[in-house]
């Protein structure tokens, strides 16, 4: 079962869900879905279901195991995912197998873009410019970064970006901790 609780707070993060938002959907307290987000209490099937609910996921979700393994990715693999209503374009370039704890992301930002609502999570980001430039705000500080710049902060902290220029859009190398997507 550790992989059907690991997997439901990969999804709750990706979602960009807090326990408590959880809680609110789902009618179960914080205290227990923090529990089982840690392994330390039992899930009923009807519990998960109601959390698959939530989720948006079938249950049956929980219960894939990944067995598409690659470490190489060539660029006509690559995946391009957007989260619904950002326009940020995020290009998967890293391997894909179980376990694995880095989430390597090319991510293009558009002109003009704004600036987002700031989140935190568990884990560590780290983003290198590529092209153009973007804002980076980490606990209400903004670092201005161009080409060539690199930032790395514990994602615990308040953050969120933007692309301040009208014209350019932004790419950006980022290799995140917890891993937010899956194939």
Same mark, same amino acid.
């Given at each position: 079962?550790? *992989?059907?609780?690991?997997?439901?707070?990969?999804?709750?993060?990706?979602?960009?869900? $807090?326990?408590?938002?959880? =809680?609110?959907? /789902?009618?179960?307290?914080?205290?227990?879905?923090?529990?089982?987000?840690?392994? @330390? /209490? =039992?899930?009923? #099937?009807?519990?998960?279901?109601?959390?698959?609910?939530?989720?948006?996921?079938?249950? $049956?979700?929980? %219960? +894939?195991? +990944?067995?598409?393994?690659?470490?190489?990715?060539?660029? &006509? !693999?690559?995946?391009?995912?957007?989260?619904?209503? /950002?326009?940020? !374009?995020?290009?998967?370039?890293?391997? @894909? %197998?179980?376990?694995? &704890?880095?989430?390597?992301?090319? @991510?293009?930002?558009?002109?003009?873009?704004?600036?987002?609502?700031?989140?935190?999570?568990?884990?560590? +980001?780290?983003?290198?410019?590529? !092209?153009?430039?973007?804002?980076?705000?980490?606990?209400?500080?903004?670092?201005?970064? +161009?080409?060539?710049?690199?930032?790395?902060?514990?994602? =615990?902290?308040? *953050? $969120?970006?933007? @692309?301040? /220029? $009208?014209?350019?859009?932004?790419?950006?190398?980022?290799?995140?901790?917890?891993? #937010?997507?899956?194939?």
């Amino acid at each position: 079962m550790e *992989h059907v609780y690991k997997k439901i707070r990969e999804l709750r993060i990706q979602q960009e869900l $807090t326990l408590k938002d959880l =809680s609110e959907k /789902s009618g179960f307290s914080v205290s227990f879905l923090s529990q089982v987000e840690r392994g @330390n /209490s =039992s899930l009923a #099937i009807t519990s998960l279901q109601k959390i698959a609910e939530c989720l948006g996921v079938p249950i $049956t979700y929980f %219960f +894939e195991v +990944e067995k598409d393994v690659t470490y190489h990715t060539p660029i &006509a !693999k690559r995946q391009t995912l957007q989260i619904e209503g /950002s326009p940020v !374009k995020y290009v998967r370039i890293g391997g @894909n %197998f179980p376990d694995r &704890a880095l989430e390597p992301l090319l @991510n293009v930002l558009p002109p003009g873009q704004t600036k987002h609502v700031a989140f935190q999570h568990p884990g560590e +980001e780290f983003y290198y410019v590529v !092209k153009g430039c973007v804002t980076i705000v980490v606990d209400e500080t903004e670092y201005c970064l +161009e080409q060539g710049d690199t930032i790395h902060f514990p994602s =615990s902290l308040l *953050h $969120t970006w933007y @692309n301040p /220029s $009208t014209v350019e859009e932004a790419e950006i190398l980022s290799v995140l901790t917890p891993v #937010i997507f899956r194939t």
